[in-house]
Nanobody
Framework: QVQLVESGGGLVQPGGSLRLSCAAS????????MGWFRQAPGKEREFVAA????????YYAVSVKGRFTISRDDAKKTGYLQMSSLKPDDTAIYYC???????????????????WGQGTQVTVSS
């Protein structure tokens, strides 16, 4: 079982950048797929990006492709979401999530992931 803690959120101007971190504990991080999701007020939680347990495959929502980069450092048991060219529409609470690898590929589905962090607020505003 793994516990996840996000950090790195904050207030940033449009066009700016932020890097979110997701620190894992209590499990073998390198055996987990990892994903990032976000939820804006009044909206459903939506997929942002995912990375496979091996780091060999990455997936992005159309809305963030080319602006966001997901990565992982298994030695540090930490996942990252580098966000650039931020827009006001990117404002949301960002969550990281994990799913133990058992032979299935990673997924953009919210209900694919078993473990979730508490979220970190990202606000893009001038």
């Amino acid at each position: 079982q793994v516990q996840l803690v996000e950090s790195g959120g904050g207030l940033v101007q449009p066009g700016g950048s932020l890097r979110l971190s997701c620190a894992a504990s209590g499990g073998t991080f390198s055996s987990y797929h990892m994903g990032w999701f976000r939820q804006a007020p009044g909206k459903e939680r939506e997929f942002v990006a995912a990375i496979s347990w091996s780091g060999g495959s990455t997936y992005y929502a159309v809305s963030v492709k080319g602006r966001f980069t997901i990565s992982r450092d298994d030695a540090k048991k930490t996942g990252y979401l580098q966000m650039s060219s931020l827009k006001p529409d990117d404002t949301a609470i960002y969550y990281c999530a994990a799913k133990y690898y058992s032979g299935t590929a990673s997924s953009p589905r919210v209900n694919f992931y078993d473990y979730w962090g508490q979220g970190t607020q990202v606000t893009v505003s001038s």
